[in-house]
């Protein structure tokens, strides 16, 4: 098992330990990052066609451009496992950066 992997299963067996629903759709929040906003909204409008809510922002201090997307969904380690290497593909594709994902227990 991945690194990732195990912080995913980690984050799911928290979700039902504190008595969440697995069965419910919840927000899940990704964040990525981009040397230009260029890219981050390209990868944005390919998020947007996909019905995740976006958001692009720069950040000063790092001299980033932060795309965060969220969308309703069901949580599984497997799911997010897929979607995580879905979404490092798509920032490396545009020179970006994936940071993973968050969500409400």
């Known amino acids: 098992m991945k690194r990732s992997e195990n912080i995913n299963q980690e984050v799911v067996n928290n979700i039902t330990r504190f008595g969440g629903d697995l069965d419910e759709e919840r927000p899940v929040d990704f964040f990525l990052y981009f040397p230009s906003e260029y890219a981050a909204v390209q990868v944005e409008v390919e998020l947007i066609n996909l019905r995740f809510y976006t958001e692009v922002r720069y950040d000063e201090l790092t001299e980033d451009w932060g795309l965060f997307a969220n969308k309703k969904m069901n949580v599984t380690t ?18 970006g950066q994936y940071d993973g994902w968050g969500t409400v227990i």
């Open 78 to 95: 497997e799911r997010l496992e897929d979607i995580g290497n879905w979404m490092e593909q798509l920032a490396n594709k545009y020179g």
